[in-house]
């Protein structure tokens, strides 16, 4: 550290920036393969048999929700939030889906990527991918688009598996056929679209590097379980979407991974923390305010570190997937793991509603965490429905406080940092009290 | 009992018939389900369209919709559902938690929306009942949705035989199709009965009817429509003929104050497009070798919602064409438009209600196409936001008039 240069609240990991460099850098090869006539996707989160289906078919693959949170970092949601807002979308909607909505409208209306736009902007689509997994918005927002877009959606099907019907005899493997026959009529569409076949043995490959990826991806997290925590909550979000984006070749991934797996195994080995004097472990719930992250730097000056954030955007617990030989198949098969994997716990003691809540019980004690942060988004029911039962759940089982700190992803009017700060000092005094609670309670931190 | 005729000394233990009785059903919902869970019959609740209601009336349960309360104060969802949800849902958490749907034997729910799939679990998770099916409805009408629903429809089946102790078998099943369908094919005839200038029944007494049905056995409500449709069609004193003539699309409205406050300032609505109206008896059942394919393919493909995703054929380009794509999503409500002569449309959706949110620009952009002038409402499912609703009808009211 040069003399006067100050010093930084949060150790990043090293390994994080090509990570982060990997999924910035698809925006502009989006944008280099659509001047050379190449296809173009935009993509919801697909939990990768898309993905690797489109990666297979030669097709550049971008990401609005990705770009929402782009957006929000570099202060140009206002612009997008305030057009989709003028085209009549309730404001109550997606952040996402209010940015996107907005930023289409203006490159119909100047019939090119606004000048303005972040990272070399989204080029034109030649198809949109939705999901009808998780909320309504990842498939009506892509609809919707069809005011300013002539592009075709494909919505590919996935169930909700996560409830007690899944484990009557007989719904998983229907549950797998379905995804399986999503994905063959996937490959249907696009190859009529596109007029071309696609490449089996590609994809067989892709999908191994993308199973391999996941693996490694989980094990950098395990490493998180250790006093004091090598990487912040803030890494972990600048990694996670090189995994749940598909940003690039699941092969070169898998070993950006592994550079971080060997960094974070080093600070771990050496007692290093990413914050210097961990005083508070923290989970994190759900998405967190894009445009301030900085907030969690003035945390961790307090000695807040996040070790730990929603599953929803962690890669699947590892499956031996060796007896599973048809490509789609393995690929089903861990997309299901991702549906199901976190909620054996819930499902082993009958709580129906703890399939989406259940896994930060899991997660704060394996994690040992003293406090949750919950994100409340005023836009997105997803992130927010069960964030009540979250805070009951951990406060009855587990004597683990809550904090909870109402914002949005992409709008920034409806975050307050300051008085976030103000309600995070006074709950430093609540989570020490419940330190002595747990203790006395005979828990294992 | 699944049969098309009954009994008229078996139905409601009220005198009156047709509108002043299902005014009274209207006003105690519980009464005539109660009566019937005291002489030993099990009541099953649903929540929204997609629950398929043959199945229970095939096996002699009685099918019972959970509605919201607009006029109660929510006091208790608080602890399970936050306020940045769709407030109907978080009124019906807010009613079970009461205890007032504790008379219920069980609940059948589906994923007729985010918030609606999460309110089924959570539900299940805080009352507890001896009974609970979620059917997890596909979102497309891909060819493998539509076996996929099948197959929900299947584990639908097994839970409910072992609830029950019965063997749901093909033959009651296609019974209770038919006097579904019977039920479906009246309510197209009470609505039939608002194409007249001036409509024979106001927007009102038909909410009540509608209201009336999910409260009573598929059988009684047959009944109830029969005894309806024939004293309208013989009564003098029915609606004023009014400039307006009003179809109202949206979210769930299972209170009159918002139909009612639009009659009271010069509208007939004489059509609706939401799921306690024409959304939820519209379409019939197939009837099919097998009766399950019949009911997943109505239950999937033939309900028109906004919560299923269709998509355009595409041109010879493989492009969309955006007017293509409104009038295969919203073309249904031209022929409402002119088969009830319609002169202005109501867009109301609850607030956070995304399914009906992010249609709202295309389906003003197809209004408009079409020469019909429309208004978008949101609302919060409470009477207080009347008064200044009150407002903006009436100026449309005043533009279209």
């Known amino acids: 550290m040069a003399d006067g240069e100050k010093k930084r609240a949060i150790n990043r990991l090293k390994t994080m920036y090509p990570l982060r460099a990997l999924v910035d850098g698809m925006y502009e090869r989006a944008v280099e393969a ?51 807002d003028s085209d009549g979308f309730p404001s109550h909607m997606c952040g996402y889906a209010r940015n996107c909505l907005g930023y289409a409208a203006r490159m119909k209306d100047l019939g090119e990527i606004p000048p303005e736009a972040p990272m070399g902007g989204m080029p034109k689509p030649t198809l949109l991918l939705s999901s009808g997994y998780f909320c309504d918005t990842r498939y009506k927002w892509f609809q919707a688009l069809g005011r300013y877009l002539d592009a075709p959606v494909w919505v590919l099907e996935m169930p909700h598996p996560g409830v007690k019907e899944s484990r009557m005899e007989g719904v998983r493997e229907h549950n797998i056929k379905f995804l399986v026959e999503e994905l063959r009529e996937f490959i249907a569409f696009l190859e009529n679209l596109l007029g071309k076949k696609m490449d089996r043995d590609r994809l067989a490959e892709i999908i191994d590097d993308t199973i391999e990826m996941n693996r490694v991806w989980h094990e950098v997290n395990e490493l998180r379980k250790a006093r004091p925590c090598p990487m912040h909550s803030r890494d972990f979000w600048s990694s996670m979407p090189a995994s749940l984006y598909m940003a690039a070749d699941p092969k070169v991934t898998a070993d950006l991974y592994r550079q971080m797996y060997d960094e974070a195994k080093s600070m771990v080995d050496n007692h290093i923390g990413a914050v210097e004097e961990e005083k508070y472990r923290l989970a994190f719930a759900e998405l967190p305010p894009w445009h301030s992250l900085g907030f969690f730097n003035q945390l961790a000056e307090r000695g807040w570190n996040f070790v730990i954030e929603s599953w929803a955007y962690h890669p699947p617990k590892p499956i031996d997937l060796s007896k599973v030989s048809d490509p789609l198949e393995r690929v089903a098969n861990l997309t299901y793991q991702y549906f199901s994997g976190y909620f054996e ?14 896994p930060y019980l899991e997660f704060v004690r394996e994690y040992q965490c003293d406090g949750i942060m919950l994100h409340p988004l ?50 430093e005094e609540t989570m020490s009290h419940y330190q002595k609670v747990r203790k006395e309670a005979g828990l294992a931190w | 009992m699944v049969t098309g005729k009954i009994n008229h000394t078996e139905i409601l233990s009220v005198a009156e018939a047709g509108l002043s009785k299902t005014k009274q059903i209207y006003q105690d919902r519980t009464r005539r389900v109660k009566e019937l869970k005291a002489e030993g019959k099990k009541v099953i609740g649903y929540l929204d369209i997609y629950p398929v209601l043959e199945m229970l009336t095939a096996l002699d349960l009685v099918p019972y919709r959970i509605l919201g309360d607009m006029r109660e104060p929510i006091t208790k969802a608080d602890t399970c559902l936050p306020t940045v949800v769709c407030p109907f849902l978080r009124s019906v958490m807010d009613l079970g938690l009461k205890g007032k749907y504790n008379f219920l034997d069980g609940v059948v729910m589906a994923h007729g929306c985010e918030v609606s799939e999460k309110t089924a679990h959570i539900w299940r998770t805080y009352l507890n009942p001896s009974y609970a099916h979620f059917i997890d409805t596909p979102h497309t009408t891909h060819a493998a949705a539509q076996r996929q629903h099948k197959e929900l429809l299947k584990d639908f ?33 009470l609505y039939d009965l608002k194409k007249p200038d001036p409509p024979l029944i106001s927007g009102v007494e038909t909410l009540q009817v509608m209201v009336a049905l999910a409260s009573l056995p598929v059988a009684e409500g047959n009944e109830l429509l029969r005894q309806v449709i024939s004293e309208v069609k013989q009564r003098k004193d029915g609606p004023a003929k009014k400039p307006a003539r009003l179809l109202v699309w949206g979210s769930i409205i299972d209170d009159i104050a918002l139909i009612d406050m639009m009659e009271s300032i010069g509208a007939d609505v004489v059509m609706d497009d939401t799921v306690l109206g024409s959304r ?122």
């Open chain 1, 34 to 84: 659509s001047k050379e006539g190449k296809p173009v996707a935009w993509c919801m989160v697909n939990w990768w048999g898309g993905d690797a289906v489109l990666r297979a078919m030669e097709v550049a693959a971008i990401y609005p929700e990705d770009y929402g949170a782009v957006c929000a970092a570099f202060g140009t949601a206002p612009t997008y939030l305030a057009q989709s």
């Open chain 1, 378 to 427: 005023l836009t997105c029911r997803t992130a927010t429905n069960h964030l009540m039962v979250v805070q009951d759940q951990l406060m009855t089982k587990l004597k683990v406080p809550s904090l909870i700190i109402e914002g949005d992803i992409v709008d920034l009017n409806l975050f307050d940092p300051a008085d976030a700060l103000r309600k995070a000092e006074t709950f």
């Open chain 2, 280 to 401: 939820a008896y519209f379409s019939p059942v197939a009837l099919t070798a097998d009766p399950l394919d019949g009911l997943a393919h109505r239950y999937l493909v033939e309900l028109k919602s906004p919560r299923t995703f269709r998509e355009t054929v595409l041109s010879e380009t493989k492009r969309k064409d955006y007017m293509t794509d409104l009038e295969n999503r919203f073309g249904y409500l031209k022929d409402y438009a002119r088969e009830w002569k319609v002169n202005g449309v109501i867009l109301q959706a609850l607030r956070y209600c995304d399914i009906h949110g992010y249609e709202v620009p295309g389906l003003k952009d197809y209004l408009a196409s079409i020469g019909l002038p429309s208004i978008y409402l949101e609302h919060d499912y409470s009477e207080a936001a009347l008064a200044q609703l009150r407002t903006r009808v009436q100026a449309f009211l005043e533009v279209i008039s």
């Open chain 1, 345 to 358: 716990d819930a499902f082993n003691t009958g709580d129906w509603w703890g399939y989406f809540a259940h």
């Open chain 2, 157 to 189: 089946k097994r839970t409910l035989e072992s609830f029950t102790g019965k063997e749901l078998s093909i033959e009651k099943l296609k019974e209770a199709i038919k006097i579904h369908n019977e039920q479906r094919a009246l309510v197209r005839e």
